[in-house]
């Protein structure tokens, strides 16, 4: 890989004044830089888009940074999972050049007062089910981006809402890079590897599957025709019997997120469905 000979130490940066240091002497070598930003526990889908970064010819940082301000009160922070020696080695092995490890006081300075504010594709769905969450993803992304100032930046379609809450900032802010979608890693059996999956037990684990199953199931009857509405109520039903409680089923407009009734350019199928404590999140293009 391109990245392993050209970068065979990695930097790791701690303080503000490295990352910037290790940013500048690499742009001025290699003419730029890509970014894939992270909360660690780095899994398949992560190692992707790291290797996607890699394979673009420019140097990529990736950074580690479990951001308290996309979690609810109610969610447990210390309960996400972190393994800073595993990720460090893995993010080697795909030829990562700079990793960026901040810390909480970093990336909120004391007396911080600034957050993005977001609407759009931010509304609805994981919005609604998650208040202010995007405005953490989108805050910490602003300052990530700020930091790092890559050409592009890497994120999974696993997480579709959130690719185009930061496409439109992206967009809004007029921030001088380009957001590129990586498509979603799935296990063998289809399920969208996510770092919540390691949470599921063994009987949900086996039942995971099914949403991926059922979200392809129904893009193929829209894809071919069929009306809308009484497909995805029956998915719902189908989703619900397989022991899923499932918290939204939709047919959207890909970029916007808004709901539509019939399948158009770009509609995308989305899903959040619970199995025990576990959310799980996927999406798939119809056609
Ligand atoms: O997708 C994630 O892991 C996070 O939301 C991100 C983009 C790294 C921001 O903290």
Same mark, same amino acid.
């Given at each position: 890989?391109? %990245?392993?000979?050209?970068?065979?130490?990695?930097?790791?940066?701690?303080?503000?004044?490295?990352?910037?240091?290790?940013?500048?002497?690499? $742009?001025?070598?290699?003419?730029?830089?890509?970014?894939?930003?992270?909360? %660690?526990?780095?899994?398949?889908g992560h190692k992707t888009l790291v290797r996607e970064a890699v394979a673009s010819g420019a140097p990529a940082v990736t950074s580690i940074f479990v951001n308290p301000l996309q979690f609810a009160?109610?969610?447990? *922070?210390? $309960?996400?999972?972190r393994d800073e020696a595993g990720d460090l080695a893995a993010l080697e092995a795909c030829g990562c050049a700079l990793v960026w490890l901040p810390d909480v006081a970093t990336m909120y300075p004391p %007396?911080?007062?600034?957050?993005? @504010? *977001?609407?759009?594709?931010?509304?609805?769905?994981?919005?609604?089910?998650?208040?202010?969450?995007?405005? %953490?993803?989108?805050? =910490?992304?602003?300052?990530?981006f700020g930091q790092v100032r890559p050409d592009r930046a890497?994120?999974?379609?696993?997480?579709?809402?959130q690719l185009q809450v930061i496409k439109r900032m992206v967009a809004d802010?007029?921030?001088?890079?380009?957001?590129?979608?990586?498509?979603?890693?799935?296990?063998?059996?289809?399920?969208?590897?996510? @770092?919540?999956?390691?949470? *599921?037990?063994?009987?949900?684990?086996? =039942?995971?599957p099914a949403l991926y199953r059922v979200l392809r199931s129904v893009a193929g009857d829209l894809a071919g025709g069929a009306v809308a509405a009484p497909v995805l109520a029956s998915a719902r039903e189908a989703l619900t019997a397989a022991g899923f409680a499932v918290d939204y089923l939709a047919l959207v407009d890909g970029p916007t997120l808004a709901p539509v009734e019939t399948v158009g350019t770009g509609s995308r199928l989305i899903a959040t469905a619970r199995l025990g404590p576990v959310r799980l999140l996927d999406n798939v293009a119809i056609g």
């Open positions: 890989m391109a %990245g392993c000979t050209k970068f065979p130490i990695m930097i790791i940066a701690r303080t503000l004044t490295d990352l910037r240091a290790a940013c500048a002497s690499l $742009r001025a070598e290699f003419g730029g830089l890509t970014f894939v930003p992270t909360m %660690g526990a780095l899994h398949e009160p109610t969610e447990d *922070l210390s $309960r996400y999972p %007396g911080e007062a600034t957050t993005i @504010s *977001l609407a759009g594709p931010a509304e609805r769905w994981e919005g609604d089910a998650r208040p202010g969450h995007f405005r %953490g993803v989108a805050t =910490v992304c602003a300052k990530l890497y994120f999974g379609e696993k997480d579709w809402q802010l007029l921030l001088p890079l380009e957001i590129v979608g990586v498509p979603t890693v799935r296990e063998a059996d289809g399920l969208a590897m996510s @770092s919540r999956n390691r949470f *599921l037990n063994p009987d949900e684990r086996a =039942v995971a």
